[in-house]
T-cell receptor
């Protein structure tokens, strides 16, 4: 019940296309859902985060869609660029516990 | 966002030795966290370090193997003791920062290779 299932494991997208990464969870106590971007040789960097009281959050080309009833959330990268090529991790946490549950990661490659 | 730095950035060590990794945050934080990330894998929490108290370890991680210090609100160390090749991994520290108390920011990681 503590797992966060992430798919796909890897993704290849053409430049200008839309990249979509999905995550699903079981624990309804989770109330904060961040996405992290990690480049090779670097630590994960917070990209965008959402709480379950909203269905969508957009920051630039990055959008989180949240479906509370389905217990799913997804990251959409619009107009994907080669510089977006990285590994993306979703995560979930229950406020006050300070313990993130991370997805397994998606390796995104955007072709020039 | 605050800056989190780690030293060393990478190291190659012999089996049976120990390595201490340092993590410095440029602002005071209550909680710091240590993670392990094996190549191509996700992040696994090792322990949570609060200033002034013993670290809290996750299942599968023990203090004798991964002793942690938290001497003040901006600094922590993780020691990987009696290393074996299976300890080869990336070790990351993180801290709760930002407006949302749940938000964790990560350091750049320490890449450890044990021969």
């Amino acid at each position: 019940q503590q797992q966060v299932k992430q798919s796909p494991q890897s993704l290849i997208v053409q430049k200008g296309g839309i990249s979509i990464i999905n995550c699903a969870y079981e624990n309804t106590a989770f109330d904060y859902f961040p996405w992290y971007q990690q480049f090779p040789g670097k630590g994960p960097a917070l990209l965008i985060a959402i709480r379950p009281d909203v269905s969508e959050k957009k920051e630039g080309r990055f959008t989180i869609s949240f479906n509370k009833s389905a217990k799913q959330f997804s990251l959409h990268i619009m107009d994907s660029q080669p510089g977006d090529s990285a590994t993306y991790f979703c995560a979930a946490i229950t406020s006050g516990t300070y313990k993130y549950i991370f997805g397994t990661g998606t390796r995104l490659k955007v072709l020039a | 966002s605050a800056v989190i730095s780690q030293k060393p950035s990478r190291d190659i060590c012999q089996r049976g030795t120990s390595l201490t990794i340092q993590c410095q945050v440029d602002s005071q934080v209550t909680m710091m966290f240590w993670y392990r990330q094996q190549p191509g894998q996700s992040l696994t929490l090792i322990a949570t370090a609060n200033q002034g108290s013993e670290a809290t370890y996750e299942s599968g991680f023990v203090i004798d193997k991964f002793p942690i210090s938290r001497p003040n609100l901006t600094f922590s160390t993780l020691t990987v003791s009696n290393m074996s090749p299976e300890d080869s991994s990336i070790y990351l520290c993180s801290a709760n920062l930002g407006l949302a108390e749940e938000t964790q920011y990560f350091g750049p990681g320490t890449r450890l290779l044990v021969l």
